[in-house]
């Protein structure tokens, strides 16, 4: 039995799990977890089923899910695995040795929430919480991107300038249940596209190495320099990937970031993950009635495209940052906070406000980003008098 | 772009039937879009499921507030749960029960249709499984997806016997419903 290619209506997990197998990984190890399960249920699926020709370690949790693709990754095998929430944050130490080691595995993290209160939905808390831990974070906003982005994220992973691990995150649940329509890619394809991985330096007995060794002060900040420089220069690689994709399969989604309707915005509202598409739609609808409203995607967050951004918001006049995540004891989302750096030493000084919105998968509707729209609008006129903001805040509820 | 909210409880295959009418629907080449309310899953508690249709690729993530069309898989729902909630005037709600619509304790400007679906899913299915028979009772009674197109989705899904009975389930509700 083969995994056929083609436009099928499949679960978006599915998708994630047909491309992974179209990725030919040597190990994948994974521990199962709302709402990540359906992604390695179906590839330990595959493997059990002789489909695809990897070898799948079961392991007790997530943090031995990641060790053993840390193994792995060293002794030259192309790697995978799956997680969320609780799973990625139990994974945190492993995450930080992964791109210390400078191992290309690749991971699908369907964000959730964060404990406690315990709550399986959606947010972005989980892999923003990692920014700092050296791994590519690339996220997506519907099922085809994902896909497509998955193989992707190997051809910038294991390429030898950058050789450093990829989180390729996706909504929980909103796109990891969702069922709609998805080209799936042929293994022919697939093929000529992403090269068999050729590690730059690998485990082997016949000739001994260290990774992840003991270093004294002389060289730690030396081999910090060497991750920073990588992911670096990960920023062409992620362009370059992008638009071979694009000549290969026609499909193209941004590099760093992706514009719509940015010409002649006013309000520039940014954000990353599924809500995209549904700005798509309001920021079409707002346009018709003449509002100049336009959309700025975060397709990378790590490494974070400044420059980017900075070229994007220069002729707007109120920037709506739309997140889904609070770092604690700064009153606002962590994008929020970059993208006001990104401008600071560059001189733009365009109003840039917070909304904190669909914490724990509360959803989304079109009138609350109307709201938002009004609200940046009001401060083109009157200036900021609200820079951050939980959106649809239930007072009664803090009021008991 | 037309919006169905799928109303049950947690084990009649609410989700399972948004999924076939997405796939149903892209057979007959209109972009769609099904995704469950996202509950915790338990048996017996009212569930929701969405579809979308659209002849346009479909990029709106919200739920569904304002449907088109609402399928009640369990009449009993209409005591606990605002089953019509922000169902458009010129929309539709179908409602498995053995009762007639004006019996039924539903306020609505829309149009109510009822069918018996357990009655027909225990005869030709031979369970109170009614997930699939409403699928067939909504092709028949709004001609948004062909009926042929939902038996390959049944029979794509339930290979086999099964599916043959659901096959038939749904062509039994179909042709009931198109008489109206």
């Known amino acids: ?53 990897s070898k799948y370690i079961n392991v007790e949790s997530e943090f031995s899910a990641l060790s053993a693709l840390v193994g792995s990754s060293a002794a030259g095998a192309r790697t995978y695995s799956a997680t969320t929430s609780q799973g990625l944050e139990l994974m945190h130490e492993v995450l930080f040795n ?109 000739d001994p190495k260290s990774f992840g060794m003991f270093v004294n002060p002389d060289y730690y900040t030396e081999f910090r320099y060497l991750v920073e420089e990588a992911i670096e220069r990960s920023r062409i690689k992620i362009r370059d990937a992008a638009h071979r994709f694009e000549s290969a399969f026609g499909r193209y989604y941004g590099d760093l970031i992706d514009t719509y309707q940015t010409d002649g915005a006013e309000i520039l509202l940014v954000a990353m993950g599924s809500l995209i598409g549904t700005l798509r739609d309001v920021v079409d609808d707002l346009r018709s009635k003449g509002v100049p409203v336009g959309l700025l995607k975060i397709r990378s967050f790590r490494p974070f495209p400044a420059e980017e951004i900075a070229k994007a918001v220069a002729g707007a006049k109120v920037i709506a940052v739309l997140e889904k995540d609070i770092s604690l004891g700064t009153g606002e989302g962590a994008l929020v906070t970059e993208i006001k750096a990104a401008l600071y030493n560059r001189d733009i000084r365009v109003p840039v406000l917070g909304f904190v919105i669909g914490l724990g998968g509360r959803d989304i509707p079109v009138g609350t980003i109307q709201r938002i729209v009004d609200k940046a609008e009001d401060v083109i006129k009157h200036g900021i008098t609200v820079e951050n903001e939980f959106v649809d805040l239930k007072r009664e509820i803090l009021n008991g | 772009m037309k919006e169905i909210r799928i109303h049950g409880r947690g084990g009649q295959g ?59 898989q369990d009449a009993t729902l209409i005591e606990s749960v605002d089953v019509a909630g922000g169902l458009k005037s010129d929309g539709m ?12 304790a539903l306020e609505t400007e829309a149009a109510v249709r009822t069918i018996d679906a357990t009655r027909i899913s ?53 042709d009931m419903m198109g008489v109206s």
């Open chain 2, 93 to 104: 709600i179908i409602v498995n029960t053995e009762h007639d619509p004006e019996n039924l």
């Open chain 2, 122 to 174: 225990l005869d030709l299915i031979g369970k109170p499984i009614m997930n699939t028979v409403m699928l067939g009772a909504f092709a028949g009674a709004s001609r948004e997806v062909a009926a042929e197109s939902i038996k390959h989705a049944v029979r794509d899904r339930f290979p086999g016997d099964v599916g043959e009975k659901n096959a038939l389930a749904v062509q039994r509700a179909y």
């Open chain 1, 1 to 53: 039995m083969e995994l056929e290619g083609g436009i099928r209506v499949v679960e978006g997990s599915y998708a994630v799990a047909h491309a992974v197998a179209m990725c030919r990984p040597d190990v994948i190890s994974a521990y199962p977890i709302t709402p990540q399960t359906h992604i390695v249920e179906d590839l330990s699926q595959f493997v059990a089923d002789g489909v695809i020709d």
């Open chain 1, 98 to 206: 992964a791109a210390g080691m400078r191992l290309p595995i690749v991971m699908t993290i369907v964000n959730r929430s964060v404990s406690a209160p315990i709550n399986i939905w959606n947010d972005h808390q989980d892999s923003i919480a990692q920014r700092d831990t050296g791994w590519i974070q690339l996220y997506v906003e519907d099922a085809q991107e994902l896909v497509d982005t998955m193989v992707q994220a190997y051809l910038i992973a294991e390429d030898p300038l950058v050789s450093l691990p990829v989180m390729v995150c996706m909504d929980g649940f909103i796109l990891s249940h969702v069922f709609e329509p998805v080209n799936l890619l042929d293994q022919k394809a697939v093929d000529s596209f992403l090269p068999p991985f050729k590690p730059v330096a690998v485990l082997d007995p016949d």
């Open chain 2, 14 to 72: 609410s989700v399972t039937a948004a999924e076939l009418l997405a796939i149903a629907a892209f057979e007959d080449g209109r972009y769609s879009q099904a995704f469950p309310s996202f509950g915790v899953e338990r048996r017996g508690a009212p569930v929701m499921a969405f579809v979308r249709l659209s002849g346009h690729k479909i990029r709106l993530r919200s739920q569904v507030y304002e449907p088109d069309y609402v399928i009640v």
